[in-house]
């Protein structure tokens, strides 16, 4: 087993190596000097060339690369063109409500989806069953930045229930921010439900028509105890899946969502940092988004062997 | 079935496709998209830029159904014609992502020493939010919409790749394939007769699933202003613009975001129905 996931973890080094040098370049066709961007349009010639070479941007591109991924692998992730601050710390600042946001939505996508699931494949065929596939597939048809907006409007604007956007006021309580991400999170949580959906139905579906599950009813067990122990519980290895899957997927709207909100997070960092062209910022998010889901990949395929026996590598 | 039926081929496709009911209706409700985008300037009531600011943020009437914006321009004409740009970004993004992952997965399906290559490559691309890959790229090439489809095709490719991949491996083994070679057949004809021919099923119904993530995400992207120029209307720009004015006037917000998840739903149900059709065994799976 070990072997196993030792393989899965070089795996995912190179998946890494591979983010980190595909944004190292791609981020070299953008047109501009970074050190004239840097310095803004009042900078002398001789300004730019002495930061390009405080930078090491008058060395060819290959050392900087090599250069840069050597501070990569020490966790220095460069310095933020606009916010005067290394790029791992501007990023850490902004991780908590990205964190709180994720959490949040995903138990939402699980409380909707999971139990949708579960009614579809039990009363498979019957109306509640084609209204849970039409409401997934509507679900995921949604823009989710539209939503926000929409739901602002009524329920924060309208009702007047949520506060309308942002965090709380400076030094606002752990309750008061949580109750920011409310709305955020509802919004995130609906629009990725219908994966959770779609695969709690799929797989419940496969365990109700097992051997084990008749035996079960025809002990005398209660239909709820036969769908929520013998079928949910051998139905958890696909599901624990998808929930993982969808909160990878997650980290992506939450950039969307938190615009709309206001919610001073990582994906708020990025969209201003991609308007003022702080490329360091950039880089330096998408290695670590991407560091996340391959972690997160990486405990779904740790997690399988806890939760069911039978898995082995 | 009887061996010989007068129907022709197009009509059997079409009558299985709609044997679900609801994927008929989504093809009409795209029809209707498509052929007012389309018409656009023979339909539409008003110009899509003609000011009147006399008549600004009027609310859905009579002689504006759908109201008027913070210029007094009509906001169904204005949807009719974000249809344009957002339905062809996203037949665009379609077509480059279908040729450039066709290419690639039946590179890496069919030259096992290319497929480590190519996989990791598209393993790296897939670790990255949609989203997120694609304001990069936009932030890199520059906000316009030919970048939006060259980004958008970017990150989407890598999933038809996988499709045709997979495909590719499982065609290649098949008798006919090695018949095929046994014969002399050369290696580029093999691919493009006998492999791309049978894995074209999963390339079509990824293809509508492309064109919803698409229409998506260009909404998203102009939305969040790494997109389509503002003066472009599509449906992500004109959301957008009427966020600010959504709560005085929120038919501004609503009805692009509506335009948007009509489109978005019926490509699904679309490509839904087509998986179904065309392989029954996908359809326990998801």
């Known amino acids: 087993m070990f072997a196993a996931l030792a393989r899965r973890l070089a795996g995912m080094l190179i998946v890494m190596f591979i983010v980190a040098t595909m944004v190292f370049f791609l981020t070299r066709l953008a047109p501009g000097d970074p050190a004239a961007l840097m310095l803004g349009e009042q900078a002398s010639l001789a300004d730019v060339a002495e930061l390009r070479k405080t930078y090491g941007l008058d060395q060819p591109v290959i050392v900087q690369y090599a250069l ?28 908590e409500p990205t964190f709180f946001l994720a ?39 949604i823009p989710s930045f539209w939503l926000g907006l929409i739901f602002i409007q009524f329920f924060a604007v309208r009702l007047g229930w949520f506060p309308v956007a942002g965090y709380g006021p400076p030094g606002a309580s752990f309750a008061e921010r949580l109750y920011h991400l409310m709305l955020p999170a509802s919004v995130l949580g609906i629009v990725n439900s219908a994966l959770i959906t779609r695969f709690t139905r799929a797989s419940m579906l496969d365990v109700l028509n097992e051997d084990y599950v008749r035996t079960a009813r025809a002990k005398g067990l209660s239909e709820a105890r036969v769908i929520l122990r013998h079928g949910l519980g051998n139905a958890l290895v696909p599901i624990i899946t998808v929930v993982g899957l969808t909160a990878a997927l997650l980290v992506g709207g939450a950039i969307v969502t938190e615009t709309v909100f206001g919610l001073p997070g990582i ?44 898995v082995k590598y | 079935m009887s061996a010989m039926t007068a129907r022709s081929p197009v009509r059997l496709f079409l009558q299985r496709l709609f044997r679900r009911k609801l994927v008929l209706v989504a093809v009409i409700i795209l029809l209707v998209i498509v052929l007012l985008a389309i018409l656009a300037p023979w339909i539409s009531p008003y110009s899509p830029t003609g000011m009147r600011v006399s ?78 890959l694609a304001i990069f790229l936009v932030a890199v090439l520059g906000a316009s919409a030919g970048n939006v489809v060259l980004a958008l095709s970017i990150v989407y490719t890598p999933r038809v790749t996988r499709v045709v991949r997979s495909s590719t491996l499982v065609v290649r083994e098949l008798p006919f394939v090695e018949a095929a070679r046994a014969l002399g057949v ?35 992207l102009s939305f969040l202003g790494a997109g389509v120029p503002p003066d472009i209307p599509t449906w992500g720009t004109m959301i957008a613009a009427g966020q600010q004015y959504a709560d005085r006037a929120v038919w501004l917000v609503l009805f692009p975001g509506l335009a948007i998840v009509f489109a978005a739903l019926s490509l699904q149900l679309l490509g839904d129905g087509l998986r179904d059709m065309l392989d029954p065994k996908l359809r326990k799976a998801l």
């Open chain 1, 103 to 141: 959490l949040l939505s995903i138990l939402v996508a699980t409380a909707i989806g999971v139990p949708a699931g579960i009614a579809s494949a039990v009363w498979r065929g019957r109306a509640s069953d084609q209204a849970v596939s039409g409401g997934a597939m509507l679900a995921a048809s």
């Open chain 2, 55 to 132: 008549q600004r943020l009027r609310p859905p009437s009579l002689t504006n159904w759908f109201g008027t914006d913070e210029f007094g321009r009509d906001v169904l004409t204005r949807i009719i014609y974000g249809g344009r740009a957002s339905l062809g970004i996203g037949v665009a993004v379609v077509m480059c992502t279908m040729l450039a992952g066709t290419v690639l997965g039946l590179i890496a399906g069919y030259f096992r020493a290319l497929d480590a290559v190519i996989m990791r490559l598209v393993d790296a691309m897939m670790s990255l939010p949609d989203i997120l």
């Open chain 2, 186 to 220: 050369s290696t580029w004809r093999i691919m493009t007769m006998h492999i791309l021919l049978n894995v074209a099923s999963p390339i079509l119904v990824q293809a509508t699933f492309i064109f919803a993530y698409a229409v998506l995400a260009e909404a998203g």
């Open chain 1, 68 to 95: 840069w991924l050597k501070e990569l692998l020490r966790g220095n992730l460069g310095q933020s063109i606009f916010l005067q601050r290394p790029v791992i710390v501007a990023i850490a600042e902004r991780a």
């Open chain 1, 267 to 310: 994906g708020n960092l990025v969209v201003s940092a991609v308007l003022r062209r702080d490329y360091p910022v950039i880089q330096g998010a998408l290695i670590v988004i991407a560091g996340i889901y391959v972690l997160i990949n990486f405990s779904i395929d740790v997690m399988y062997t806890l939760v069911d026996p039978r």
